[in-house]
């Protein structure tokens, strides 16, 4: 070991923690509860143990992780926010048999220990502000799906009047946060100009643009496209083996889910109007590709394009219209 690790299992109450130090054989562990006064008690028990410099490793866990990560690396930590799935796969490889939050966080920490991860960087106001909203407004504009389909088939009136009446208060919420998304990204320059950057690319309009710049702030943070579009799961998972088995490839699915939603209707409309994409679509159907095969590498195109255009500054040449 040459560097103090402390995973973290975060909970929706509470957080077990784990402290591995060089030269010990067992971790020190500890809970805390999942709120402001618990996350200086963990401040205060790593200062106590001389972990000061310890790098903080825990999994992407949304709203449960992201306040006491903000924290820590306010607190002067270093701090890493990972995949679950890749904490999953570690567990595999050491054979794990036990499940629970405490041996969790010792797995976390030596999974700490054993990589070099990258150091993980909060939002800024009004990036955690874009992506609160964009992310309501998922959530409600999925509930008006679920209660379309619920409508289904409903003869009896009273019912039927019901769930209209839910529809209605639904509409209404989802004006107001569009109308709340729309005002702070017309009121924030940099925003704007990022947003006015996207629609240049035929098949992104303003929805997909800000749901785009809710879910990837920083595109200076990922090293090429190519790891963007793995952040997103966009990336194939291809299943081969030997001489027998020849899996057709997939989309991995191992990434933003968010992100990953707001793409595929974009994608359809870029196979038609844009010509970068068109080319690929044309290309792929001549192959003989199935048509999900086709959108799925037209959505990896298109972000390809997104993280062309936000690192360059430069609007996409526009060569043909929708």
């Known amino acids: 070991m040459s560097k103090i690790a402390v995973g973290v299992d975060v909970s929706k109450a509470t957080f077990d923690v784990a402290l591995l130090v060089p030269g010990r054989d067992k971790p020190s562990q500890e809970v805390f509860d999942n709120k402001l006064t618990g ?10 143990r001389h972990a000061q410099k310890a790098h903080v490793c825990m999994e992407s866990t949304g709203i449960y992780s992201q306040e006491l990560a903000t924290y820590l690396v306010g607190a002067g930590f270093e701090v890493s926010v990972v995949n679950p799935a890749r904490i999953k796969a570690y567990a595999g490889s050491e054979m794990t048999r036990n499940k629970t939050d405490r041996s969790d966080a010792v797995l976390i920490a030596k999974y700490c220990l054993r990589h070099d991860l990258s150091a993980w960087k909060p939002l800024d106001a009004v990036h955690l502000k874009l992506r609160k909203i964009v992310r309501c407004l998922q959530d409600l504009q999925e509930d008006r799906v679920r209660i379309l389909g619920r409508l289904e088939g409903v003869k009896d009136e009273v019912i039927r009047k019901f769930w209209h009446e839910n529809l209605d208060f639904l509409d209404g919420q989802i004006r107001v946060m569009q ?3 729309d005002t702070l990204a017309k009121d924030n320059k940099a925003l704007s100009d990022q947003r006015n950057l996207l629609k240049s690319i035929p098949g992104v309009g303003q929805r997909t643009a800000l749901v785009m710049l ?14 963007l579009a793995a952040f997103a799961g966009l990336t194939p998972a291809n299943h081969v083996s030997g001489t027998s088995i ?4 997939r989309l991995s699915k191992r990434g933003n889910r968010s992100l990953r939603s707001a793409l595929f209707l974009p994608a359809m409309s870029a196979i038609r109007c844009n010509p970068a994409v068109r080319a690929l679509a044309e290309r792929m159907r001549a192959r003989g590709k199935s048509k999900m095969a086709i959108i799925g590498a037209a959505m990896r195109k298109l972000l390809h394009i997104v993280y062309g255009v936000l690192k360059s500054g430069v609007p996409f040449q526009v060569l043909a219209t929708c």
């Open 179 to 181: 109308k709340e998304r």
């Open 214 to 227: 809710a879910e990837i702030p920083d595109v200076h943070s990922f090293s090429s496209a190519k790891q």
């Open 246 to 249: 020849r899996g057709r490839s």
């Open 39 to 48: 996350f200086k008690k963990l401040d205060a028990w790593l200062q106590a």
